[in-house]
């Protein structure tokens, strides 16, 4: 089992940045795919990144490529980021850090019924 704390979330300008942290403990971390989804307003929860288990592979939805980077500390911290650049308005929702032991696919990381261990999210406002 995996625990899972969000943070780093706020209210900022069309056009900002923001960084999403998500602070995992138990013993499995170094074993797990990590991956962020988001829940827009009214919406369904989304898939936006994920980093396989072993490091080599990253998925990002199409919508946040090449503005969203998914990055891991392994060594001091088990801590998994999300940087987030040019921000626009539609980026606003709750974002989730969610965990999976083992390793998934282009297509399996962006199912979320696979996830059985979430964070309890943090809100981004993205004011246009």
């Known amino acids: 089992q995996v625990q899972l704390v969000e943070s780093g979330g706020g209210l900022v300008q069309a056009g900002g940045s923001l960084r999403l942290s998500c602070e995992a403990s138990?013993?499995?971390?170094?074993?797990?795919?990590m991956t962020w989804f988001r829940q827009p307003p009214g919406e369904e929860r989304k898939f936006v990144a994920a980093?396989?288990?072993?490091?080599?592979?990253?998925?990002y939805a199409e919508s946040v490529k090449g503005r969203f980077t998914i990055s891991r500390e392994n060594a001091s911290k088990n801590t998994v980021y999300l940087q987030m650049n040019a921000l626009k308005a539609e980026d606003t929702g709750v974002y989730f850090c969610?965990?999976?032991?083992?390793?998934?696919?282009?297509?399996?990381?962006?199912?979320?019924?696979?996830?059985?261990?979430w964070g309890q999210g943090t809100q981004v406002t993205v004011s246009s």
């Open positions: 969610a965990a999976l032991v083992g390793d998934c696919t282009v297509t399996s990381c962006r199912d979320r019924r696979l996830y059985n261990n």
């Open positions: 138990g013993r499995t971390f170094s074993r797990t795919t």
């Open positions: 980093l396989t288990r072993s490091g080599s592979s990253t998925f």
